[in-house]
């Protein structure tokens, strides 16, 4: 989905969120944390919910963001930095990079491009560092409704393909990664019309080579 389309939605639908972040960035913090990570990027940020968690949290942040109708709502604070482009140009800091969190934004691409998303992350990861993604599984009610574009990928809204992703459609993505763990998990969400709902998303923690950032991480609850 383009810039446009995002700056339509943040524009009618403001904070649309909220800012409460999703249950998996206390997940991938908490693996962050025993990865002695010190700075973190988000790619497809929005308005800063995200960010603003791993700040909070004593991290330096830096969220790349195609719309810039949602980093006009984003709250400037000096320990995040805020970059306006596609996921798929992320900026360039080749290996400088302790940690990707990543939340729903993978599952919105077709699968050339969902390939193009996790090489430029792996570009931009230190060795040893730690990328957590969540996406939407197969167990997701709209699963399957729509047209099947692509394996896994339905067009349920024109011009709106969204991928479902198995554990082993996750696992391949992640190729070349150390995968450290998978699972899934209920995340609710109340925004727009569709009212208090709960999105069952898969997610994955893996690591860059070998592991420089700490030897043991917990496994994620």
């Known amino acids: 989905m383009t810039g446009s389309y995002w700056d339509q939605r943040f524009k ?3 904070r649309i969120w909220g800012d409460r972040p999703s249950v998996t960035a206390g997940m991938a913090e908490k693996a962050f944390r025993a990865g002695d990570v010190k700075n ?3 790619p497809g940020a929005g308005y800063g919910r995200h960010t603003d968690f791993f700040a909070d949290h004593g991290y330096t942040v830096t969220g790349v963001e195609v719309s810039s109708e949602a980093l006009a709502l984003a709250r400037r604070r000096p320990d995040v930095t805020y970059h306006l482009g596609s996921v798929l140009e992320l900026p360039s800091d ?11 934004v993978l599952h919105l691409f077709r699968a050339p491009d969902r390939v193009r998303f996790i090489e430029k992350t ?4 230190r060795d040893g560092g730690l990328a957590f993604f969540s996406a ?7 699963f399957g409704r729509g047209q099947e574009v692509e394996p896994g990928t339905f067009e349920s809204k024109p011009g709106r393909p969204v991928h479902f992703f198995t554990d082993q459609d996750l696992r391949e993505t992640f190729r070349g990664f150390d995968v450290i763990e998978t699972g899934l998990v209920d995340d609710p969400e109340n925004h727009g019309k569709e009212g208090p709902h709960t999105h069952r998303l898969r997610w994955i923690l893996v690591r860059k080579g070998e592991a420089r950032l700490g030897r043991h991480l917990p496994s994620v609850p």
């Open 12 to 14: 009618a639908g403001g």
């Open 40 to 42: 973190v990027l988000v």
């Open 94 to 104: 080749v290996g400088g990079y302790d940690a990707v969190y990543c939340f729903n």
């Open 122 to 125: 792996r570009e931009e990861l």
């Open 136 to 142: 939407f599984s197969e167990e997701e009610p709209q």
